[in-house]
Nanobody, 124 residues
């Protein structure tokens, strides 16, 4: 059974940092592309970052380049999203998605599985 859980969200001040985790059980994450998406209230869900399964290439949306870093820890079967220099516009529910294909825009295309999300709020 495919299961994975996002964690690490919370309330942070502008300029602060958070690290999101996507931990899997029942399958091996490094066999799949993994994407992070976010959805702000009243807005469409957008792809934030993606890491490929083949060579670990990483992709980012222009809005987060230089601030966010996606990485894998295969020993822990976990993918992380390190978010630095957070801005109010980064607020939203962040989702981990498994499968599909990473695109150059940072969006994972047609993922197979979605997590339930973790809330990130950037506010003073």
């Amino acid at each position: 059974q495919v299961q994975f859980v996002e964690s690490g969200g919370g309330l942070v001040q502008p300029g602060g940092s958070l690290r999101l985790s996507c931990a899997a059980s029942g399958f091996t994450l490094d066999r799949y592309p993994i994407g992070w998406f976010r959805q702000a209230p009243g807005k469409e869900r957008e792809g934030v970052s993606c890491i490929s399964s083949s060579d670990g290439s990483t992709y980012y949306a222009d809005s987060v380049k230089g601030r966010f870093t996606i990485s894998r820890d295969n020993a822990k079967n976990t993918v992380y999203l390190q978010m630095n220099s957070l801005k109010s516009e980064d607020t939203g529910v962040y989702y981990c998605a498994v499968g599909g294909i990473c695109s150059d825009s940072g969006r994972a295309l047609d993922p197979d599985y979605w997590g339930q999300g973790t809330q990130v709020t950037v506010s003073s």
